[in-house]
């Protein structure tokens, strides 16, 4: 099985955000980055695949030079080749923009899966996946917890509102989004990195590739949120407020 | 019977046919002691090259030589009585190396030790009385390993027995001499059994722990030195202990050293609660690979011959290294097993991959978000180091993070601010990689030791004073592989020296202190502790403390385990540190006190309060709001 996964590079989950002076974005000076959580589950999913049914990892990634290091994390993790399509301007692209890059890669490598996670951790649009199907005209499926190879394809869980999960199949080639926590993540190793200096990594300039960069969605203004706190005063009895308590925790703020 | 000049000495009255049969028996005894040691020999020889290894600093290497074999002061100092007859045993197979040479010599009408010259006369009679202390000493060592048998020798060992006997019977062969009559058949009889029994004994040494005879003072003199002192890995292909091909030859020396005496076990905290973890046979593992597979072998280390699972119970406290009299560094070699199986990716543990995820995105070992800490400075309007002050106050992830650790900082701060002493807590600062280090992951090990250190440099960082002695033991040794770091000490030393500013504490409270491992034998502070505990309060002391303290459990990153198998480690010490009778447990690491935290009020009702050294100093201030 031939899977690429597509990859972003996000600001670290620590990093002090600042916006840029234009409003537009952030400020980049300084920032420390990681791969975006949801794509490292679904580069753990292709992992898990290819060492359960044998094959390739591609993992494919657009972004300017410091994007290289989530490549070489992915070589290290397991993969077996990397693709970076590089652009200083790709941070300024819609959706739609980045999934046309991300297309041309995958066209290119023509895959039995492509992997991807279900949103990044700083736009958090959620889109960039099903526009890539969409653009290449494969069937896809979102929020994905679990991949199994079957007759047709492929065989999936999915995971919808309230704690049900729906079980569905699809031909390949396909397009998955991955939702995090479905498995857990490898942690990199030495062997791995030092073995990852001599996977293929192919680069590619984003203005080569010639796909329209105009975008169809326009930033107006970036902001951050402001501080605010609420105090809720749960009533009833010690009991109530308990079952009360845990409902809030569960399903306000998820942290059950 | 009066004393004769002894005549083991006494030259020429061998026949040509003794000395033929002598000749032929020496060199049957020495063939096979060769056949058996030649191949231990070319094992350690033939292992890999200590990349790191250096002669220098010679005095040292002098000095452990002297004290550890010669005086035999470590064996004595942790087990006085069997370490006395040890010693006497030792000292006097020096003081025979002459009286053996003069022996063989004597057939060929050669000896040297003339019993008729002063000289002559005089050495005999020295060899004697040591040959009475170690016939007594050997005599004392036979009944203890086979009468009052401790535990920790393990299974009862023949061959022990059997050279208990050899050595008695060299020693009454030879001591027998100066109550023969010059000649006779008796003179000779003696002089026979002497020599028969000594070539018997050579070829039983390279096969039975008595191999430590030949190898230790050398395992000793060649030992990397320091305490716990992990090697750097040499070049591309080494990942630390995976298979023979990466045994040292330090580490093969060793592991043919171990006398299996079993004072690690007897030490060891994981052993003691029901682990799997057994530090001797840990050694002793590596030796029958060494045996079976050989330096160059592809066969995993971890597997046959020693356990994953014991090799992760390790707390890293450090008591088998500390007590080990044949100079084997077992944390080095434990250690290097866990780089084995985490660098290449064959550890898997759901909460030490969970460990490492958190700081390979994150910066603390706890997992949460940095900001929690900004939270913790901004509320407690730490000050920012900014190269002014004197100290650089190290957080760590417990001081950090966790509550109590805070507590702790706090109680530290209140002091420092009380003394006039100038300080800052850097804007960010990374976990020291303490966890990830006795774990065995180098890669994230050094990705944290580089940005902390750039962090440090940035900062013009001159002093550093930390609650925590992991990260203290992190900063100053384990990060030197990766450049040079400020100068750092514990909290302990840093409030020992101001003691003297700060009004005691009117208490008569009995406080037991507990050394932490890598405050006491990593770091080699004992008193410094101890005074600021007598400052608030009375010191009694636990059974098991200063460098034979036993652990909290929560060392060697197992803090951030899972369950542990049989009892906790915590709750062992927490049951003996409860039983001394004191009202107060005083602790000096913010990991030992996260361990009783829980330990303590397992002990039920009246369980003393567990409190930090800082806070035991900050109890004498005036309160909070007159600072």
């Given at each position: 099985m031939k899977i690429v996964v597509a990859i972003k590079q996000v600001p670290e989950r620590d990093a002090p955000v600042r916006i840029a002076a234009n409003g537009k974005w952030i400020e980049e000076t300084d920032l420390q980055y990681a791969m975006n959580e949801p794509d490292a589950y679904a580069l753990e999913e292709a992992l898990q695949l290819k060492e359960k049914y044998g094959g390739e990892v591609v993992v494919v990634s657009a972004g300017p030079e410091r994007v290289g290091t989530v490549i070489r994390e992915a070589l290290a993790k397991g993969a077996d080749r990397g693709f970076h399509i590089v652009g200083d301007d790709v941070a300024g692209r819609d959706a739609l923009g980045v999934a046309r890059l991300l297309a041309t890669a995958v066209r290119a490598e023509s895959p039995d899966?492509?992997?991807?996670?279900?949103?990044?951790?700083?736009?958090?649009?959620?889109?960039?996946?099903?526009?890539?199907?969409?653009?290449?005209?494969?069937?896809?499926?979102?929020?994905?917890?679990?991949?199994?190879?079957?007759?047709?394809?492929?065989?999936?869980?999915?995971?919808?509102?309230?704690?049900?999960?729906?079980?569905?199949?699809?031909?390949?080639?396909?397009?998955?989004?991955?939702?995090?926590?479905?498995?857990?993540?490898?942690?990199?190793?030495?062997?791995?990195?030092?073995?990852?200096?001599?996977?293929?990594?192919?680069?590619?300039?984003?203005?080569?590739?010639?796909?329209?960069?105009?975008?169809?969605?326009?930033?107006?203004?970036?902001?951050?949120?402001?501080?605010?706190?609420?105090?809720?005063?749960?009533?009833?009895?010690?009991?109530?407020?308990?079952?009360?308590?845990?409902?809030?925790?569960?399903?306000?703020?998820?942290?059950l | 019977m009066t004393l004769l000049p002894p005549t083991l000495a006494e030259p020429g009255r061998f026949s040509e046919t003794e000395r033929w049969i002598f000749i032929a028996l020496a060199a049957a005894s020495l063939t096979l002691f060769w056949l058996r040691f030649g191949p231990i020999l070319a094992n350690i020889l033939q292992s890999k090259k200590d990349a790191d290894f250096h002669l220098r600093p010679i005095g040292r290497r002098v000095w452990d030589f002297v004290w550890e074999v010669m005086l035999q002061a470590k064996v004595i100092r942790q087990r006085p009585l069997a370490g006395v007859a040890h010693a006497f045993v030792f000292w006097a197979f020096c003081a025979f190396a002459m009286v053996t040479l003069n022996h063989c010599a004597t057939i060929f009408g050669s000896g040297f030790l003339n019993p008729r010259s002063t000289a002559g006369r005089f050495y005999d009679y020295f060899a004697a009385a040591f040959a009475v202390g170690c016939a007594l000493g050997i005599a004392g060592l036979f009944?203890?390993?086979?009468?009052?048998?401790?535990?920790?020798?393990?299974?009862?060992?023949?061959?022990?027995?059997?050279?208990?006997?050899?050595?008695?019977?060299?020693?009454?062969?030879?001591?027998?001499?100066?109550?023969?009559?010059?000649?006779?058949?008796?003179?000779?009889?003696?002089?026979?059994?002497?020599?028969?029994?000594?070539?018997?004994?050579?070829?039983?040494?390279?096969?039975?722990?008595?191999?430590?005879?030949?190898?230790?003072?050398?395992?000793?003199?060649?030992?990397?030195?320091?305490?716990?002192?992990?090697?750097?890995?040499?070049?591309?292909?080494?990942?630390?202990?995976?298979?023979?091909?990466?045994?040292?030859?330090?580490?093969?020396?060793?592991?043919?050293?171990?006398?299996?005496?079993?004072r690690c076990t007897e030490h060891c905290p994981a052993n003691h609660t029901g682990k799997t973890l057994n530090p001797k046979q840990v050694i002793l593992g590596v030796r029958a690979y060494l045996n079976d597979c050989g330096p160059e072998s592809a066969e995993p280390l971890l597997g046959k011959y020693n356990s994953q699972e014991a090799a992760f119970q390790c707390t890293t406290c450090g008591a088998c290294e500390f007590q080990c009299p044949v100079g084997i560094e077992h944390l080095p070699i434990i250690v290097g097993l866990r780089r084995g199986a985490v660098n290449t990716g064959a550890w898997e543990d759901e909460h030490g991959g969970k460990l490492f995820l958190a700081l390979e995105r994150g910066s603390n070992a706890l997992g949460l978000s940095a900001a929690e800490r900004d939270k913790f400075v901004e509320k407690n309007a730490l000050p920012i180091f900014d190269g002014t002050q004197e100290y650089c106050l190290w957080l760590g992830c417990?001081?950090?993070?966790?509550?109590?650790?805070?507590?702790?900082?706090?109680?530290?701060?209140?002091?420092?601010?009380?003394?006039?002493?100038?300080?800052?807590?850097?804007?960010?600062?990374?976990?020291?990689?303490?966890?990830?280090?006795?774990?065995?992951?180098?890669?994230?090990?050094?990705?944290?030791?580089?940005?902390?250190?750039?962090?440090?440099?940035?900062?013009?960082?001159k002093k550093i004073v930390s609650i925590c002695p992991h990260c203290v033991r992190t900063i100053q040794e384990d990060w030197k592989e990766f450049g040079a770091a400020p100068r750092i000490e514990h909290h302990s030393e840093f409030l020992a020296r101001h003691l003297g500013q700060l009004t005691p504490v009117q208490s008569q409270k009995k406080i037991v202190f507990h050394d932490p491992c890598y405050l006491g034998r990593y770091r080699g502070v004992y008193d410094e502790p101890r005074a600021v505990v007598s400052h608030a309060g009375r010191l009694v002391e636990a059974p098991r403390s200063g460098e034979r303290s036993f652990c909290c459990g929560a060392g060697g990153g197992l803090a951030f385990l899972g369950e542990e198998k049989g009892e906790r480690v915590s709750h062992a010490r927490a049951r003996e540190l409860a039983a001394t009778g004191a009202e107060i447990v005083g602790a000096a690491c913010p990991f030992c006190n996260t361990m009783f935290r829980d330990a303590l009020a397992a002990q039920g009702r009246g369980a003393p309060e567990l409190l930090d050294i800082a806070q035991l100093a900050a109890q004498g201030l005036p309160a909070k709001s007159a600072i």
């Open positions: 899966l492509v992997l991807t996670g279900l949103q990044s951790e700083d736009v958090g649009m959620g889109q960039t996946g099903v526009i890539v199907a969409a653009l290449l005209g494969l069937p896809h499926a979102t929020l994905i917890l679990q991949v199994e190879k079957s007759q047709a394809g492929v065989k999936v869980k999915r995971e919808l509102e309230e704690g049900w999960f729906q079980s569905i199949e699809l031909p390949t080639p396909a397009v998955l989004t991955i939702q995090s926590g479905g498995t857990k993540l490898r942690y990199a190793t030495l062997m791995g990195i030092k073995r990852a200096k001599t996977k293929e990594v192919r680069t590619v300039k984003a203005a080569d590739l010639g796909v329209d960069a105009a975008p169809v969605v326009a930033l107006e203004e970036m902001k951050l949120p402001k501080k605010q706190k609420s105090t809720q005063i749960l009533p009833g009895s010690a009991k109530e407020a308990a079952a009360a308590l845990v409902e809030k925790l569960k399903f306000e703020v998820r942290v | 009944v203890r390993r086979f009468l009052v048998r401790p535990k920790w020798l393990g299974a009862l060992s023949w061959e022990s027995g059997l050279i208990a006997l050899l050595i008695f019977v060299l020693m009454v062969t030879y001591l027998g001499a100066f109550f023969m009559p010059n000649s006779g058949a008796g003179m000779r009889a003696l002089w026979w059994a002497h020599t028969l029994t000594l070539l018997y004994l050579l070829p039983v040494i390279p096969e039975t722990k008595h191999l430590h005879l030949v190898l230790s003072p050398f395992t000793v003199f060649l030992s990397r030195g320091g305490f716990s002192r992990i090697p750097p890995l040499a070049g591309d292909e080494d990942f630390g202990l995976v298979a023979g091909k990466d045994l040292t030859q330090l580490v093969s020396l060793q592991a043919y050293s171990c006398v299996e005496c079993g417990m001081g950090g993070y966790d509550p109590k650790g805070r507590e702790i900082v706090l109680a530290l701060v209140q002091v420092m601010r009380r003394l006039g002493v100038s300080f800052g807590v850097l804007r960010k600062e990374k976990c020291t990689g303490d966890p990830v280090r006795r774990l065995g992951n180098d890669l994230l090990f050094q990705q944290l030791a580089e940005a902390n250190l750039e962090t440090l440099k940035r900062g013009q960082v």
